[in-house]
């Protein structure tokens, strides 16, 4: 079965970066984008951006062009997010999700990170 | 850039059909989606391409997008639909969600 497998929560400082792991399995990782979500607490969803892990091409949400970076690495399925300049707003769990053919079929459990002095 | 609006909340009595609507420029001009998420768990999706309802979610939920507005409806709502429900369409190579709607059951 599909899985998407995210990294465990992070505590950092305001000016440091973050990187966000997400293990996917269960289906051909090189075959579907996968998307970045994030949302404050009790706050909605924001999208972040888009990785093709076969390409390596991204397309990043204005907001935050400058700041993410999103990376995979094929041989242990694993795509990766890397939020830096981090400020108290970053504070938010952060969602891997598979876009299934335009359409977010299946997430990650969701990682907290937390951005404080 | 493209956004997408929803109503911050919508009330429905068990039995009765809850419809909440998302609202963007010739939205119906393109896919739309909606996600249910519930406190402490990832979204999931509910209705994907207007109307069409992914394995395992019950028929009572279901879609519609035409002008400016789509729609999510659900009939016959039970208490376990009480849930935040985001819309989310495609725009120039980005995604775009709705800013959620807070379905309460009661």
């Known amino acids: 079965q599909v899985q998407l497998v995210q990294s465990g929560a992070e505590v950092k400082k305001p000016g440091a970066s973050v990187r966000v792991s997400c293990k996917a399995s269960?289906?051909?990782?090189?075959?579907?984008?996968i998307n970045w979500v994030r949302q404050a607490t009790g706050q909605g969803l924001e999208w972040m951006g888009w990785?093709?892990?076969?390409?390596?091409?991204?397309v990043y949400a204005q907001k935050f062009q400058g700041r993410v970076t999103m990376t995979r690495n094929t041989s242990i399925t694993t795509a990766y997010m890397e939020l830096s300049s981090l400020r108290s707003d970053d504070t938010a769990t952060y969602y891997c999700?598979?876009?299934?053919?335009?359409?977010?079929?299946?997430w990650g459990q969701g990682s907290l990170v937390i951005v404080s002095s | 850039s493209y956004e997408l609006t929803q109503p911050p909340s919508v009330s429905v009595s068990p039995g009765q059909t809850a419809s909440i609507t998302c609202s963007g420029d010739?939205?119906?001009?393109?896919?739309a989606c909606w996600y249910q998420q519930k406190p402490g768990q990832s979204p999931v999706l509910v209705i994907y391409?207007?109307?069409k309802r992914p394995s395992g979610i019950p028929e009572r939920f279901s879609g519609s997008n035409s002008g400016n507005t789509a729609t999510l409806t659900i009939s016959g709502t039970q208490t376990m639909d009480e849930a935040d429900y985001y819309c989310?369409?495609?725009?120039?190579?980005?995604?775009?969600f709705g800013g959620g709607t807070k379905l309460t059951v009661l």
């Open positions: 999700a598979r876009d299934g053919s335009f359409v977010f079929d299946y």
């Open positions: 269960g289906y051909t990782f090189t075959s579907y984008d």
């Open positions: 990785m093709n892990p076969n390409s390596g091409k991204t």
């Open positions: 010739k939205l119906g001009d393109r896919y």
């Open positions: 391409e207007d109307n």
């Open positions: 989310q369409a495609w725009d120039s190579d980005t995604w775009v």
